[in-house]
């Protein structure tokens, strides 16, 4: 028997292989192990992953068209969607395709003129040469030359001439055949993918769930309708805005009068799919054409300001208005992104980023093991309002504190953001205090942070507001008065301030007796001011022992007195609410709505 037991108070004492524990510390090493795998992954297979990046993209701008075939009459054929698929692939391919030639005749055409226009680019840089020599840019160009003509000094030896370069040039143009058919090989493979996509988008869509996994079922369905309502949503209205835009560039160039207007405003439409770069790309072009074409000023510079107004008017009015709602990525996630697939796939990767990283931040949502990518990407804030606002008062950063506040105070009344930030700022101190995440003196400055607010926002709607004078002091003389106290530390009596200001001076008088007071204090001052109603500020956490302490005290003394608890902060249990009770409260309430509806109604019954 003693080894028996021995033996089983031995496997007491050897802890098991805990399988979940090991794997939640391995995670993050197994994560990063993998991310160079996956890198290298993309960039040596991006001869095959780039076309399907770019079929999926287009069957997802294409599938919308489709489907509204599909629903005017064809789904009623066995093959109503392939019929749908063709009709409308072929009449994009088509347009794209008359574009595209009508484009190249253009560019072949621009480029056997611009020798003509050799004349008015020179006299330009005349132009710009004499202006700066009546300036500061003729002591740069000075200096400048002067620094060259040091730094060449010793480069030649005298009497020796400087070795010419030979430049070998040679017909490369039947070289250039097989780069043709590899290009003309690559579209018709992203046709025909475009196609077989597009008719078998929905299998594609159950068998992917299916290699998830049944049991992810529900997770896996809203990954991809999300991933495909954004993405769609995203590619529409941005074609719609690039085409509004390429239009309005094109008419007012063809007013202006340069050339070939139809093939600049298809290149700004073109462009534009590219974030942010590709607005002042499309707009070089037209720039230095009419600085050549143009003998004058005047219409190089009503060029520019024509780029400038409608790029103005598209970002500001046609953008807001087509795009909704945001594509969930934050600004400085996307340039990062775009970074990341502009090094890995080129100028194609550019145009691909931006749909590529909102499929990364939606995967990032859904998959619980990818959740950093959504934290570090989402345009969502990273923290709730509440928190950001502690955290400040934590930094001890009243300044960004109060512009939260503010900006909360913008769409939500006085009420909500004493319930929704104020409080549960105190309610969070009181909180790490217990478990000893903060110091006292930390946890004082919070107190204090909310009392300087507090105060702020009393007089910023004193200012405002001129209901105090037209009271007149008989009616507050009238005013039934209410004892406010708090329960437990400065914390309570913050919270009192802020349910002060909720109430009108009509309605009652609310004296607040300091923090610091003792139980014995409290009672011997409803004595001696007869309140009608009590109450007891007890932000949760702390302060329901000293709550109920005091409940009893008072009770026992004045057992008519009406009282009331404000545990504020969070929503107190059953257990709170009964134990509060039965100490003496008449009533419990979490939030000041609640506090303020329980004072009337029995300030108004006395």
């Known amino acids: 028997m003693p080894v ?39 960039y040596w297979g991006q001869g095959v992953l780039i076309p399907v990046a770019l079929a999926s993209l287009l069957t997802f701008l294409l599938s919308p068209l489709v489907s509204g075939l599909e629903r005017l009459g064809l789904a009623r054929f066995r093959a109503g969607r392939a019929i749908a698929v063709a009709v409308v692939v072929a009449l994009v391919f088509s347009a794209l395709g008359t574009t595209t030639w009508v484009i190249a005749q253009q560019v072949l055409a621009l480029g056997s003129e611009l020798p003509r226009y050799r004349g008015n680019l020179m006299q330009k840089i005349t132009d710009l040469r004499v202006a700066g020599r009546s300036g500061g840019l003729a002591a740069v160009e000075s200096t400048a030359k002067q620094v060259l003509g040091e730094l060449q000094k010793g480069e030649v030896p005298k009497g020796e001439s400087k070795p010419v370069p030979v430049v070998v040039k040679s017909d ?26 597009l008719i078998e988008q929905h299998e594609i869509r159950n068998r992917f769930i299916r290699l998830i996994g049944h049991g992810r079922l529900a997770s896996a369905t809203r990954a991809l309708d999300e991933a495909a309502a ?34 600049w405003g298809f290149l ?43 790029e103005l008017i598209t970002y500001i009015g046609l953008e807001p208005l087509m795009y909704g709602h945001s594509i969930g990525v934050s600004q400085v996630a ?23 990283t909102v499929c990364l931040v939606v995967l990032g949502k859904h998959v619980p093991a990818l959740g950093f990518i959504s934290v570090m990407m989402t345009d969502e804030p990273a923290l709730p309002v509440d928190v950001s606002y502690y955290q400040r008062l934590l930094a001890r950063d009243s300044t960004e504190g109060a512009e939260i506040l503010d900006g909360y105070l913008a769409d939500h009344s006085l009420e909500q953001a004493y319930d929704e930030i104020l409080v549960r700022a105190l309610s969070r101190a009181k909180r790490d205090r217990d478990a ?21 926002l009393a007089a910023r709607r004193h200012e405002a507001s001129e209901e105090s004078d037209t009271i007149e002091s008989a009616d507050l003389e009238e005013a039934p008065l209410v004892l406010g106290c708090p329960a437990a530390d400065e914390g309570d009596e913050v919270a009192l301030l802020m349910f002060g200001q909720l109430l009108k001076p009509a309605d009652c008088t609310l004296e607040i007796v300091p923090a610091s007071a003792l139980s014995g204090e409290v009672v011997s001052l409803v004595s001696e001011r007869k309140p009608t109603v009590v109450v007891i500020s007890a932000v949760a956490p702390e302060g329901l022992a000293q709550a109920r302490y005091l409940c009893k005290r008072l009770r ?38 609640h506090s303020r509806d329980q004072l009337l109604e029995r300030v108004h019954l006395v």
């Open 4 to 42: 028996a037991a021995d033996a089983r108070s031995a496997s007491r004492e050897v802890p098991l292989f805990d399988g979940r524990s090991f794997l939640r510390h391995v995670r993050p090493y197994l994560m990063g192990a993998t991310v160079l795998p996956v890198i290298a992954a993309l």
């Open 172 to 197: 490369v143009g039947i070289w250039q055949l097989p780069k043709i058919l590899e290009l003309l090989g690559g579209s018709a493979f992203l046709l025909v993918l475009v196609v077989f996509m």
């Open 230 to 263: 954004r993405i769609s949503r995203y590619l529409v209205a941005q074609t719609i805005v690039n085409a509004a835009y390429g239009t309005a560039l094109g008419l007012g160039l063809y007013f202006i009068g340069l050339p070939y207007a139809m093939m």
């Open 268 to 310: 700004a439409f073109s462009l534009r799919f590219i974030p942010y770069l590709g607005p002042p790309m499309a707009a070089v072009g037209p720039v230095v054409l009419s600085l050549a074409i143009f003998s004058d000023w005047q219409r190089p510079l009503i060029t520019v300001s024509l780029f400038l107004a409608v």
């Open 334 to 356: 996307l340039l990062v992104a775009l970074a990341f697939w502009t090094w890995l796939w080129g100028p194609i990767g550019l145009a691909l980023g931006t749909p590529l």
């Open 436 to 456: 000893q995440r903060v110091s006292d003196e930390e946890v004082h400055s919070v107190y204090q942070a909310g009392r300087e607010t507090v105060e702020k």
């Open 556 to 593: 026992a003394r004045f057992p008519d007195l009406k009282m009331i608890v404000g545990r504020w902060g969070e929503m107190a249990g059953e257990g709170e609410r009964a134990s509060l009770r039965e100490a003496g409260a008449d009533a419990v309430a979490s939030t000041f709505a």
